[in-house]
């Protein structure tokens, strides 16, 4: 389960990375008008603190309910990616940033499901 753990968790720093190339900043109304030097300046560096939060928790004793919001959370990101595909400013419209966030919503879910199995 630990590994099947890691596999749904971790491909989600990979869609931040991806994120950065693709300007997801331009889909947040709070940076979308922004200049796009600014913005990417302040989408990369929120993501210091998400990241040392997110790898805290996951390594603590709050583990079991951090994956559970982590699960919550790629499911919902998933279906909100789903909701922009046709969004102009959306850059995710290729098959690599595709098969980084649609599987991660499906396994965050199969993973969400087996937790409450056991």
């Known amino acids: 389960m630990v590994l099947f753990t890691s596999f749904t968790k971790f491909p989600f720093l990979l869609h931040e990375m991806d994120a950065i190339l693709r300007s997801e900043w331009k889909l947040f109304f709070v940076l979308q008008d922004m200049d796009d030097a600014k913005a990417y300046k302040v989408f990369t560096l929120i993501h210091l603190p998400l990241y040392t939060i997110i790898l805290a928790l996951l390594f603590s004793q709050y583990q079991t309910i951090t994956f559970w919001v982590i699960n919550i959370f790629l499911m919902i990101h998933a279906i909100l990616h789903l909701f922009f595909e046709k969004y102009s400013r959306n850059e995710f419209k290729n098959t690599f940033s595709r098969l980084i966030i649609y599987p991660m ?13 056991s």
């Open 105 to 117: 919503g499906i396994l965050a879910a199969i993973h969400l499901l087996l937790s409450l199995r």
